[in-house]
């Protein structure tokens, strides 16, 4: 009933509203500058009226809350704009650390010393007898080596830089996601009740504010008020009083679950943010990122529920002799791969012997790993390829390898990966034409090889350039100055050693006559491939076709490979043996002594079939002592002609010798009763582009017939 104790009750409620709208409009005013701030405002209301014999009367006014001006949705568009910013602001302060790695514009720019390089060999290839061209050569070659290498290191710094400022936004992130988790607690702690808890609503939409510049987030508001936080593509960040975390490994970032589950986060997971800019330059500058992998889809574990290991042995798998793992697959270039390993000795044997027989079977192409339980299967060659594989029978359950979010596909190589590709290429190219080519003189003493390999050649830099079954020639000058060169051939297996290789040298020496212990030897030592001459004996090298002399190091320009590239030290020391010149017929015809008589290492057979499908002119260019030619005489080789065919044809040009002798050898020299002026010959065939068979038997049984 209205009276003086109403009125009086409705003064009071009044100013308790009044003072309320004052503290909180204070409120407001002192928070005018505070980040993330949201102005809040009293929310007053009627109170019901009173019932009265004049019908309802008022009681006056009441608050019904504290209203925080926000708007929810026009706060998650921010958001995601916040997210764009921190990728684009990352990706702009790394890509202006790349750029100034690749400045062109000053002198020692990349093209500038490459330019430099190539016009010291031009102008070494106009005056090949020159000594100051070729340390010239030597020299633009340890500019442009230096730059280069300084090239991978600022780069390995920008990739050691990138680490640091992921660590920084990881530990942050972590740090955010607990906060939000505190918050969400101590949020429906205080709203039980029915109010909000303005303030702390604040604190936490200013950190998912941060949290959403830092990485790619999708939140909601359950029925409690609480948030949950999802990052990127389906990765837990927060669940009302939970949290997830992240981990980093060197530029490596993962979620981490509460038992202990691993899921790698790259830019692929993580879009945005200065997570996503960041892990997008990491994916520019890491060679990492270059080669394609395959995955099992099944983390594997031993029967205790420990991961595999590399070292786990097949006892411990509870795995008995007899059993397989078969498997097929394809490597780089699409070539289909299979092969199968059999356990013989569990209690010895481990995964490491399985990863091996892989390894083997692809040709060494790729290198198999355990992984968190998880086999691995990485492309040895950069970019797009098609590596796959399976197991089409295996005692151990690794998954599946074809799903497409465990496993990665290169689109094109990363900035990091041309510049390898590049220096590669450049080392590579270089190698393989200087390692057939000759200096000055020939070699003495001994020539180490530059490249270092325990066991397996698989584990030489450019082992992918071999051709097993390719051959090279040795040439060995002996104390009097006679030259022989020695051709030797390869059929080396997959798994081959620098053992095999050596031994196959010798053997080819040993065939044509030379004690390699007394001579020249090939040999290994400390994993390195060497050739040792004995005193007054020397050698080079030609036509290489095997790879193995860039592959082993043996008279290349370069050493190192890619980032520690650098100039051959013998040439640093020796600039006389930088080779502008290759032996060949040409380059004989100084050495007039080396023509007088062909005499075979090997004896021969004349009734070997020499004719090809078509006649062809075979001919025999006489020079004399001052290196000119003085006749040319051919004769015609028929498609059913022997080895003794040819040699009676020969042996009738005049002033020539042709004949096999008692010993079964084969003997091609200038008539020593001509009256010719003949000094020594050289046989040929007037087209190119046909060898002849007879000149390839020859080269093989000892004899050298220019091409």
């Not at 992240?246 to 490596?252: D, P, Q, V, W």
């Not at 043996?554 to 502008?580: C, K, Q, R, W």
């Amino acid at each position: 009933m209205a009276g003086l104790s109403s009125a009086l009750n409705i003064a009071k409620n009044a100013l308790l509203a009044f003072q309320t709208e004052l503290h909180v409009t204070s409120h407001n005013v002192a928070n005018v500058d505070t980040e993330g701030y949201s102005r809040q405002k009293v929310v007053l209301s009627t109170y019901p009226p009173s019932p009265s014999p004049v019908g309802p009367m008022g009681s006056g006014v009441k608050i019904d809350g504290i209203k925080r001006y926000f708007d929810a949705f026009l706060e998650a568009n921010l958001n995601l704009r916040r997210s764009e910013l921190g990728l684009v602001s990352a990706e702009e302060t790394g890509l202006k650390l790349v750029e100034n790695i690749f400045n062109e514009t000053q002198e020692t720019g990349l093209s500038k010393l490459l330019n430099d390089f190539f016009t010291a060999w031009q102008t070494l290839s106009n005056r090949a007898e020159g000594f100051s061209e070729r340390r010239l050569v030597v020299e633009k070659g340890k500019l442009l080596a230096e730059n280069l290498r300084t090239k991978f290191q600022s780069l390995r710094d920008l990739e050691g830089n990138l680490g640091l400022k992921l660590q920084e936004v990881v530990n942050r992130i972590n740090d955010l996601a607990q906060e939000i988790a505190k918050l969400n607690l101590q949020i429906t702690a205080t709203e039980t009740g029915g109010f909000k808890a303005n303030d702390l609503r604040d604190q936490r939409d200013r950190l998912i504010a941060e949290l959403s510049k830092l990485a790619p987030i999708h939140y909601f508001e359950n029925k409690d008020g609480a948030y949950n936080v999802v990052l990127g593509r389906g990765f837990d960040l927060v669940d009302v009083d939970r949290s997830w975390k992240l981990e980093l490994s060197g530029t490596r970032v993962y979620w981490v679950g509460h038992h202990g589950e691993r899921a790698r986060l790259t830019e692929k997971e993580v879009a945005g943010g200065e997570l996503g800019g960041w892990l997008h330059l990491v994916a520019q500058i890491s060679d990492e990122w270059n080669h394609e992998y395959v995955s099992g889809t099944r983390t594997a574990v031993r029967p205790d529920g420990s991961l595999l290991t590399e070292d786990t042995t097949f006892q411990e798998l509870n795995l008995s002799a007899g059993a397989e793992f078969r498997f097929q697959g394809q490597d780089h270039f699409g070539h289909q791969v299979s092969g199968v390993f059999q356990v013989t000795d569990p209690a010895h044997q481990n995964l490491r012997d399985l990863l091996e027989e892989i390894e083997r079977a692809f040709g060494f192409t790729v290198t198999a790993r355990i992984e968190d339980g998880r086999l691995v299967l990485t492309d040895a060659y950069r970019g797009p390829g098609r590596l796959s594989f399976q197991f089409t029978q295996s005692p151990v359950d690794f998954g599946r390898f074809d799903d497409p979010s465990q496993n990665y596909r290169v689109k094109e190589i990363n900035l990091t990966g041309k510049l390898y590709r590049f220096t590669e290429e450049l080392i590579r190219t270089i190698n393989q034409i200087h390692s057939q080519g000759v200096g000055l003189k020939f070699f003495s003493g001994e020539v180490r090889g530059l490249y270092h390999t325990d066991g397996y050649l698989k584990n030489l830099p450019f082992f992918l350039d071999l051709n097993r079954g390719g051959s090279f020639f040795l040439w060995v000058k002996d104390p009097q100055g006679a030259i022989t060169p020695v051709r030797v051939e390869f059929n080396l297996p997959a798994d081959a050693t620098l053992q095999d290789v050596a031994a196959t040298v010798n053997q080819s020496l040993q065939r044509l006559g030379f004690d390699p212990k007394t001579s020249v030897q090939a040999a290994v030592e400390n994993g390195r491939l060497v050739f040792q001459a004995q005193e007054g004996w020397s050698f080079a090298f030609s036509n290489d076709t095997s790879g193995i002399l860039a592959s082993t190091g043996i008279n290349t320009f370069f050493a190192g490979m890619d980032e520690s590239i650098e100039i051959n030290p013998l040439l640093s020391l020796h600039p006389e043996y930088v080779a502008a010149a290759r032996l060949d017929r040409e380059a004989w015809r100084s050495s007039p002594d080396l023509f007088k008589t062909y005499r075979s290492r090997d004896t021969v057979s004349g009734t070997y079939s020499v004719g090809d499908a078509a006649d062809y002119q075979l001919y025999v260019r006489f020079y004399n002592a001052q290196g000119q030619v003085v006749e040319e005489k051919s004769v015609t080789v028929a498609s059913g002609d022997t080895l003794g065919d040819v040699v009676s044809k020969l042996n009738h040009l005049e002033g020539f010798r042709a004949y096999i002798d008692s010993s079964g050898h084969l003997v091609l020299e200038i008539d020593p009763n001509t009256s010719k002026p003949y000094a020594h010959f050289e046989l040929g065939v007037e087209d190119p582009e046909n060898e002849g068979k007879f000149l390839a038997y020859l080269r093989d049984h000892g004899l050298w017939v220019p091409q």
